[in-house]
């Protein structure tokens, strides 16, 4: 019988020898031998370019599923090859070395503490594309460890030696590491305190990019669950808006529908302005030590020799760590005023984040300079009026989160732009006034002042004073509870929104379609009646005094306990007093305060901005992008159609078509130029004819 005739290639015996591990286990063997030989003889020069060796360590790689007993040592000889010679051996064999170990890895046959921490060496490597596939690499394999649950122990292992790595002599590789921990971070893999610290530690690494990669981490938006943001679309009306459209109008379906849709809308937006979590991202709620770190990054801000552009990041860092945290650095205000000119380069950026930095707890003393600078330097006749708008919109949201800061003769100085010639101006001192309104009334003038606003409770809203918190005797809400048990039943049937049984309280939610919102209550006190002469027709009027009304609420929440039932119709009823035509919406302050601001709601509202030349010059090189060299760019959609007949004509002879030309010509011709063309043609044959 003929013998069994042996492959020729790698590439033939590890295809032959998958299939029947055993009959070929002799040739694997000898090739396990061939290779432990030319590791051998490759150590004594490590530079060399050794390609046998590599496509040995590929063969081997790829049959150590099939012989587990015999190739068990591979993975730990290849990676003591790698930490031993990695820096001198050459790049395409330590590149096959690592996807060698990299298969073994994703087949469990490598431990995954060794190998990754071998990786992160090899970020010192000058290999670019090395250090790319090492990165996607650790990022997917740490993402499939903790996969089905939290594996700690090799993650506080991995954590515990890139620490190590961020403080490494090669700012390649301690860079490399960063950007793994930060996108592990970003897809909720390392999403814990240790790693947001170990991030925040490299703040302050004297590597400018290493330092900028992580302000960057702590800056950067939360992009892994986009919000849907309807409700703040401008081509949807709000419930108000539709309710006073529809006030006087004809009750249709489609109309109900419609304000059904805007009732949706202010529900979601209730719960969106209710949530808990504030700043898309929530790596600056799990630093232990904020404010350490802000004025540790204060100092570096203050000695620093970076480019403006670096500055700015860190001056965003700081004055959000100060927002979120309520943290006391006091240095930093005055630090920040020596930039409020309107001539300063990114003042904006500059005066948005002055306004993060500014809470409750900030001294009225140390804000106060800073609010005279922006007005002398802004809000002045000699300034431009977008300069004055910027002022002005800068000093309303500062005053937004530390009322205290304004005095009373600056703001009744700022009110009298008012009626400013321009309107952005004007809008900006108008929207400085209600928002004083709202928080101390008392600074405005009598005027301006406009109807008293109340609180939650009922009470008119007084301005609380340094480090004091507003605290609540009853359940807010119960005052309204109070009134719809006082009125009639079928009053209070009718305000409940009750069905035609006289069932439960159907609350409005997202689920609710078929709610009948034909009634609607205005809860409205009798201190309130002087000032709309015309109530809304659907109001149930309180004939019963604030103070008593207020203390019937204390009696309701201290005799029995409230039901969920009973806070779905104080919920409800809020929402209908909040949003009625007659009663103004206003922002919650607590939500106001923890808003991250955008740079752009400093602006000024301008339609349309004058374009510059350039722009304008880049607008007309778009409009010739699809134009050919000559001509427009009108043509044939398809380049293979026949040519048309105006195309034909001008390929023809002139004598052709000279007679149809006449004739056409003709036919187009005036009545005058008719008959001048007429006597002409008979004085043509008079003259002949003699």
Same mark, same amino acid.
């Given at each position: 019988?003929?013998?069994r ?8 015996? +590890? ?13 694997v063997? +000898?090739?396990? *031998? ?10 004594l ?11 040995l ?35 395409d ?5 690592? $996807? ?8 469990? /046959? ?10 992160f ?5 000058h290999?670019?594309?090395? $250090? ?82 992580a ?9 892994? +669950? ?57 790596a ?17 801000l ?24 309520q ?54 006749d ?8 910027? #002022? ?11 009322? /205290? ?6 703001? +009744? ?13 004007m ?69 409940a ?15 609710d ?48 306990v ?39 709601? /400093? ?13 304008? /010059? ?5 409009g010739?992008?699809?134009? #050919? ?5 009108? #043509? ?38 008719r ?10 044959? *008079?003259?002949?004819?003699?």
């Open positions: 019988m003929a013998g005739a042996g492959p020729h290639t790698l590439a033939e015996l +590890q295809n032959i020898a998958k299939r029947d591990p055993e009959s070929y286990k002799a040739d063997e +000898q090739q396990v *031998r061939h290779f432990k030989s030319t590791m051998e003889i490759f150590q020069n490590p530079s060399q370019d050794s390609k046998q060796l590599g496509d360590v590929n063969f081997l790689s790829a049959m150590a599923p099939s012989y587990p007993d015999m190739l068990k040592s591979l993975p730990t000889e290849i990676v003591a090859l790698l930490e031993a010679h990695y820096a001198t051996m050459d790049a064999l330590r590149s096959s070395l690592c $996807r060698s170990l990299i298969l073994m890895r994703n087949r469990d /046959l490598v431990a995954p503490t060794g190998l990754l921490e071998l990786f060496k090899l970020f010192r490597c290999d670019k594309s090395l $250090r790319e596939m090492l990165y996607t690499h650790i990022v997917q394999d740490i993402k499939r460890i903790n996969a089905k649950h939290k594996n700690n122990q090799v993650n506080k292992t991995l954590q515990n030696f890139m620490y190590t790595m961020l403080s490494d002599d090669n700012a390649i590789a301690a860079k490399k590491s960063l950007d793994v921990m930060v996108e592990l971070y970003r897809k909720r893999v390392w999403n814990d305190a240790k790693t947001v610290n170990v991030c925040a530690s490299a703040c302050f690494s004297s590597v400018a990019k290493i330092m900028v990669t302000v960057k981490f702590f800056l950067s938006a939360d992009d892994e +669950q986009p919000e849907s943001d309807d409700e703040g679309d401008g081509s949807k009306p709000s419930y108000s808006q539709m309710l006073h459209r529809t006030e006087h109008l004809k009750k249709t379906k489609k109309r109900q529908r419609a304000l059904d849709q805007a009732l949706k809308r202010e529900h979601r937006k209730d719960k969106k302005a209710t949530r808990v979590e504030v700043f898309n991202f929530s600056l709620h799990l630093i232990h030590d904020p404010q350490g770190m802000a004025e540790k990054l204060f100092d570096m203050r000695t620093t020799s970076e480019r403006f552009e670096v500055r700015l990041m860190v001056m965003n860092l700081i004055s959000r760590l100060i927002g979120v945290h943290l006391l650095v006091l240095n930093f205000y005055p630090f920040v005023q020596r930039y409020l000119q309107p001539r300063q380069q990114d003042v904006t950026l500059i005066l948005t984040y002055l306004a993060q930095a500014a809470h409750e707890l900030v001294p009225e003393d140390v804000l106060e300079p800073v609010l005279m600078t922006i007005s002398n330097n802004f809000v002045s000699r300034s431009a009026p977008e300069v004055m708008a910027v #002022g002005l919109n800068a000093v309303r949201e500062v005053c937004s989160r530390c009322p /205290l800061a304004m005095n009373e003769t600056l703001l +009744q100085d700022l009110v009298q732009y008012k009626s400013f010639k321009d309107k952005s101006v809008m900006a001192a108008r929207s400085l006034i209600q928002l004083f309104r709202e928080k101390n009334p008392a600074l405005l003038h009598r005027r301006d002042r406009g109807r008293p606003e109340e609180g939650e409770d009922g009470e008119e809203v007084a301005p609380l004073q340094y480090g004091a918190v507003h605290v609540a005797d009853h359940v807010p809400g119960t005052e309204l509870l109070s009134m719809l048990e006082d009125i009639k039943p079928e009053e209070a049937a009718a305000a929104g009750s069905d035609e049984e006289g069932g439960d309280w159907e609350s409005a939610s997202d689920d379609d078929g709610e009948d919102e034909d009634e609607w209550i205005t809860v409205q006190h009798s201190d309130d009646e002087k000032d709309d002469a015309t109530p809304a027709p659907d109001a149930v009027q309180d004939v019963v005094d604030k103070k008593e009304r207020l203390e019937r609420a204390r009696a309701l929440a201290a005799s029995r409230l039901t969920d039932e009973d806070f779905a119709k104080i919920k409800e009823l809020k929402l209908k007093k909040k949003l009625m035509p007659s009663v103004r919406s206003k922002r919650d302050a607590a939500t106001l305060e923890q808003d991250l601001l955008n740079p752009d709601s /400093l602006l000024p509202d301008r339609k349309k901005r004058r374009q510059t030349k350039e722009e304008r /010059l880049a607008s007309v090189m778009e010739r992008e699809d134009r #050919g060299r000559y001509g427009a760019r009108k #043509g044939r959609l398809n380049e293979n159609a026949s040519t048309t007949n105006k195309e034909k004509s001008k390929r023809k002879n002139p004598m052709m078509i000279k007679y149809k030309l006449e004739n056409r010509r003709k036919d187009f011709m005036s009545a005058t130029e008959k001048a063309k007429q006597h002409e043609s008979h004085e043509k044959d *008079r003259r002949n004819r003699y």
